[in-house]
C-alpha cells in the first residue's frame, strides 16, 4: 500500500509544472486590497475531470466550462477565477464575458486557445467589470509559490484560505478550495480546483473524481442551498512521469486515495468555515440498506435546523437525532437503531440509555461534535460533514440589505 | 354558495355539544401555574376523522390512539391532551399509560369505554406523571365556555393560545392547534383538534379532513423537522342535526370550505408564531407541473436557511429564490420562470428585472412576506406558510442544556 503523507504547506502549485498568482483586479467591493482575480497554469497540457452544479438555473461560469470541456476533448491548461461577481443570472452576454474571460487569460499566459476554463463567484444578476478583468488578467505573474494567493483570491466570505497537497509514490497532489461565503443575492458557492503531476489515463481521472466527490464534496452541508456555480476540477498534466496510471493498479488505488484523503480534508476545511460555524459536525451512518441510504441520512441530519441548534448548543439532544431518523424514508430496523454522541452511547432500543448528559455535554463542547447512527439494516455507511447553526449565521444572511 | 363567515372568539367548545376544560397537574415544570391538562368532549358520540404524523419513531399517543380508532371504528366522544411529557420513545410502559389516560378521562367524563383519544407533547424519553395525570384529570370541568383554557392548556412554549370557528349554514366547525413551541429535547410538535355539530358522513368527514390537512397544515414549516406526535383530529356528533352531509352535495362544499378556512387559519397562525419568528412568509407556487409538485416546492422554499435568513433582514434576494427553484427537482421552463415579492415582479426571462430593490425591501418590513413563484410550466398551484430565522430561533433551540 502506497502512503499518503501531507505536504507541509502544499497548495495547488505543489505538483510539478503548475504555477498560480492573484491579483486585485476591483471586483471584490468590500474589503480593500484583497485578492481577487487568480490564475492556476500548467505548463503542459493536461487531462481534465470536472463535477459540476446540479443546480438547474446555472452561472455562465459553467455553461462556458462545459462547452470547452466538450471541444477540448477534455483536456486544457488552466483556470482563470474571480471573486465578487458570480457571472449569473447574466443571460446571453454572461456566456460572451465568460469566454472573452477565458481568452484573456490564454493570452496573458500563453496557453493554447481553448485551454482555459473560467470560474465566477459572488454576487448573481450583475455583469462581469471586464474591464476590471482584463487589466487584472495582465497583472497576474503566475509562480510555484503562488498557491497561498491563489486560494486567497477565490474567497468570498470565507474566513481562511483553504489548501492542501499530499504525496502518494513519486507524485503530488495539491488543491484549494473556497465555500461557505455569501455576497448578496447568492449562494454559498463552492468552488474547488486540485492539481496532480501524476500521468493518469483521463476516463480514471474523472470516475476517481466523481466517486471522491460523492464521498466528501456531496456530504458536506452548510445550509442545504447549493449554488448555480459549484464546481471541482481537478488537472493531471503528468509531469513527474511514469507510467500512465489506469485502474486496477496499485498506483490507481494510491492516487484513488489520495484524491479522497484531499477532499476530505478541504471538505472538512469548508464545514468548519461555514458561516457563524463554531463547531464541525461530522455524522457518520453504518447499518444502512445501501451507501446511498447512508448518504441522504447525513445530509438530512448536516441539514436539520433543529439538531444544528442543539449541536451549537452543546446540548446532548437524542430526541432531535432520532427524530431526523424518523423523518426519513431511509429503511431502519426500528429497535436496533443505536445513537452515538461524542462517544457515548445514548439511544438504543426505542428507548435513550441510561447515560450521563451532563458528561456528553461537556465532550459537545469541543470544537467537533461527532454523531454515530446505526440503522440495523444492511451494510451501508457513510460520513459527512456540517455546522452548528449560529446566532451570526442569521445575523451574517439577514443583516444584509440590499 | 353557502358563506363561510369566523365566530368571533370561537373555539372547539363552539359547535353545539362540545365541551371543553383544563387544569395545572403540574407536568409543565417550567412557568409557574400554567394549564397543563386538557380535556374536550362531546355530549354524544362522533364521527371522528384524524391524521398522524408519518415520523416513524412515533410517540406512545399516536399508537394508542390508532389502535382505538380502529376497535371503535372511527367514532368516539373526546380526547385528553397533556402538555409537559410527549410519552414518545418510552416503550411499552408508554402504550400502558396511554391507554390508561384515556380511561382516567372516559371515567371523569362519564363517557363510554373506548371512546376518548389521547395527545400528548413536551419532552421525549421520559414517561407520563400518571399520579399527577390522574388527580388532574379529576380536576377538569369541561364546560362550553372552556374552549380559550383548553387552547392553552395544549401550549409548549407556544407564545399564544391559537384557536378559532366558523359558521356554515346552520353548522360550526370550531378547533385549536399548538405548534412550534419546544421543549428539551424533543420536536415542534403540531397538535390540532377540530369539532363540528354538523352530521357528516364518515368516509367524507375522512376525505374532507385528509384533502384539507395536504393544503394546510403540511404545507406549513417552522424548521422541517416533524415530530413523533403531529396529530390533527376532526369530531362531527351532528348535535345541529339536519340531513348527513355526503359528498357532492352543496352543503358537502360548504364543510369542505369550511374546514379549509379554518384550517388556513389555524395553519398560519401555527407559522406566525414559529419559534423566534417576526414574520409570517406565505409562498405561492403557480404554474407547476402539478399540484403535488407546487407543494414540494413550496415546503423547500419555507425551510431554506439562505430564504428564511433574508425574509428575516427584510433582504429582497431574489436571488435566493431562484437558487431553491433551480435546486428543486420540480419541472421549469426556465425562461418562463417568474418571481414575485410582495407585491413587485423581481425576476423573469433569466434576469433580474429592472425593479426597485429599496421599494422591494420596506414592503418586506411588514409582518407577512409574500413570495409568488410561477413556473410556466402546468396548472398545478400550491400555499404554504412559514417564518423567518431569526437569531432568536438558534437561542430558543441552542440555548439549553439538558
Not at 499566459?109 to 450583475?126: D, E, K, R
Amino acid at each position: 500500500m502506497t502512503a499518503i503523507t501531507f505536504v507541509p504547506d502544499g497548495t495547488s502549485a505543489s505538483p510539478t509544472g503548475f504555477r498560480a498568482g492573484a491579483t486585485y483586479a476591483g471586483i471584490k467591493t468590500y474589503g480593500d486590497g484583497k485578492l481577487d482575480l487568480a490564475i492556476l497554469v500548467s505548463d503542459r497540457d493536461c487531462d481534465v475531470a470536472a463535477t459540476f452544479t446540479r443546480n438547474r438555473l446555472r452561472s455562465a461560469a459553467i455553461d462556458v466550462n462545459e462547452e470547452r470541456l466538450t471541444a477540448g476533448h477534455w483536456t486544457g491548461r488552466g483556470v482563470v477565477v474571480n471573486a465578487g461577481c458570480a457571472n449569473s443570472s447574466t443571460g446571453e452576454q454572461g456566456l460572451v464575458d465568460g469566454r472573452r474571460m477565458c481568452e484573456l487569460a490564454e493570452d496573458a499566459a500563453g496557453a493554447p486557445a481553448g485551454s482555459f476554463f473560467v470560474g465566477s463567484t459572488g454576487v448573481i444578476g450583475h455583469f462581469l467589470p471586464m474591464d476590471k478583468i482584463a487589466a487584472g488578467v495582465r497583472n497576474v505573474r503566475p509562480t510555484r509559490e503562488g498557491g497561498m494567493d491563489f486560494a486567497r483570491a477565490i474567497m468570498t466570505t470565507d474566513l481562511r484560505p483553504k489548501f492542501g497537497a499530499v504525496r502518494f509514490g513519486p507524485y503530488t497532489l495539491g488543491g484549494s478550495c473556497k465555500g461557505s461565503g455569501m455576497i448578496h443575492p447568492n449562494m454559498a458557492t463552492m468552488l474547488c480546483y486540485l492539481t496532480t503531476d501524476a500521468p493518469v489515463e483521463a476516463a480514471f481521472l474523472r470516475s476517481t473524481l466523481s466517486a471522491a466527490v460523492d464521498r466528501t464534496f456531496n456530504l458536506v452541508s452548510v445550509d442545504g442551498d447549493t449554488s448555480p456555480s459549484d464546481t471541482v476540477m481537478l488537472f493531471a498534466n503528468g509531469a513527474a512521469g511514469g507510467e500512465t496510471i489506469t485502474a486496477g493498479t496499485d498506483m490507481a488505488l494510491a492516487f484513488a486515495e489520495a484524491v479522497e484523503v484531499l477532499c476530505t480534508h478541504l471538505a472538512k476545511e469548508i464545514a468548519r468555515d461555514g458561516e457563524g460555524a463554531t463547531k464541525l459536525l461530522e455524522v457518520t451512518i453504518t447499518g444502512a440498506a445501501s451507501d446511498t441510504e447512508a448518504r441522504q441520512l447525513v445530509r438530512e441530519m448536516t441539514t436539520s435546523y433543529l439538531l444544528k441548534s442543539a449541536v451549537h448548543g452543546a446540548d446532548p439532544n437524542w430526541g432531535r437525532i432520532v427524530a431526523v431518523i424518523g423523518r426519513s424514508t431511509v429503511r431502519i430496523t426500528e429497535p436496533k437503531v443505536t445513537v452515538t454522541l461524542c462517544g457515548t452511547r445514548v439511544f438504543e432500543a426505542g428507548r435513550p440509555t441510561d447515560h450521563d448528559p451532563a458528561a456528553v455535554a461537556e465532550a459537545m463542547h469541543g470544537d467537533t461534535v461527532t454523531i454515530t447512527c446505526d440503522l440495523g439494516v444492511g451494510e451501508g455507511s457513510a460520513t459527512g460533514w456540517g455546522c452548528d447553526l449560529s446566532a451570526e449565521y442569521v445575523s451574517i444572511n439577514a443583516d444584509y440589505h440590499t
